[in-house]
């Protein structure tokens, strides 16, 4: 029996090409049978985002300097590519970017509970399908309550912040990896590799870990 391919993903719930590319590994992994065991962990795309957040295409032509149209274009790119993935990106003129602190701070109390990856998927479909303020703790609450999880302790962890230091530290730790954006996966704690790379190249990439094992 192998042992399961460890995966670990850095990644933001407010990265779509972060939702992208776990499908696109997840459907990887599921054609070549590759036993593995995924650890999300946090990064913050914008740490200094302000609680009432941002517009998404106001934000975008800000921080990267898009047009209108460029910021149009890569929307329908990704709403397409969401669409062959079983994922519904709903962009709209009123989305939002939210500051996602108290998310990180939410999955790390989910991994406690073993739901990481549960609250992991939830989150990205309500922010990006449902459009919700994943800065408003109310409303994290919500969705780990529907999940299961209970909702009166994810207040409570939200409230007092209790995981904040562990969210920086493991922040801190990708950084001095020298990660700096994201989807970033390291496949058996020595292959980093970013971005979505899309269907065939994880599988790719997962035939040459298997052959490099065997």
Request: glycine content about 6%.
């Amino acid at each position: 029996m192998t042992d399961p391919l460890r995966i670990d993903i850095v990644s933001d719930v407010m990265c779509p090409w972060c939702i992208i590319g776990y499908r696109q590994l997840a459907l990887a992994l599921a054609a070549t049978g590759t036993p593995h065991d995924i650890h999300w962990h946090p990064f913050e795309l914008n740490p200094q985002m302000p609680p009432e957040g941002q517009n998404t295409r106001d934000h975008i032509i800000e921080k990267y300097g898009s047009t209108p149209e460029q910021s149009e274009q890569s929307r329908q790119q990704m709403k397409a590519l969401g669409d062959d993935l079983g994922f519904d990106f709903a962009w709209a003129e009123d989305s939002r970017m939210h500051n996602t602190f108290n998310a990180h701070q939410l999955l790390h109390w989910a991994n406690t509970q073993g739901r990481m990856h549960d609250l992991k998927q939830a989150l990205f479909t309500a922010h990006f399908t449902h459009r919700r303020n994943l800065s408003d703790t109310g409303v994290l609450a919500e969705i780990a309550s529907q999940i299961g999880l209970d909702r009166t302790e994810a207040e409570a962890v939200l409230t007092d912040q209790r995981y904040a230091n562990d969210v920086r530290r493991a922040e801190q730790f990708w950084q001095q990896q020298g990660i700096s954006g994201v989807p970033a996966m390291v496949f058996d704690r020595k292959h980093l590799v970013t971005g979505a790379q899309g269907v065939e190249n994880y599988t790719s990439i997962l035939t040459q870990l298997a052959q490099m094992k065997g």
